[in-house]
């Protein structure tokens, strides 16, 4: 049995930041790469960012690079995303997945991905 929670989103202002948490059970997460998605209305799931199970390597969308930072704690089986300077255009739904690529996260390598969480709403004002 697969548990993916994810936690941590809420409304923030332009500019202010916020930490997501991906708390996870039933997965060899050690041995996972892991990545952060978001959803925002009328768009399609899109990649954010993915960290190597070794968390020596890491992937970020251009759109969030130099302002998120994902890391993760193996002995936790927890992934983080720190978001600062955030802006209006980062409000969506974020989700974590296992088996992300550090190479590429187009929408076919998005399709392919199983158990994921419910997801957690984060609301950017302007």
């Known amino acids: 049995q697969v548990q993916v929670v994810e936690s941590g989103g809420g409304l923030v202002q332009a500019g202010g930041s916020l930490r997501l948490s991906c708390t996870t059970s039933?997965?060899?997460?050690?041995?996972?790469?892991m990545g952060w998605f978001r959803q925002a209305p009328g768009k399609e799931r899109e990649g954010v960012s993915c960290?190597?199970?070794?968390?020596?390597?890491?992937y970020y969308a251009d759109s969030v690079k130099g302002r998120f930072t994902i890391s993760r704690d193996n002995a936790k089986n927890t992934l983080y995303l720190q978001m600062n300077s955030l802006k209006s255009e980062d409000t969506a739904m974020y989700y974590c997945?296992?088996?992300?690529?550090?190479?590429?996260?187009?929408?076919?390598?998005?399709?392919?991905?199983?158990?994921w969480g419910q997801g957690t709403q984060v609301t950017v004002s302007s």
């Open positions: 997945a296992a088996g992300c690529s550090i190479t590429s996260m187009t929408s076919s390598d998005i399709a392919r991905l199983r158990y």
């Open positions: 039933g997965l060899t997460f050690g041995d996972l790469n």
């Open positions: 960290i190597r199970w070794s968390g020596v390597t890491r």
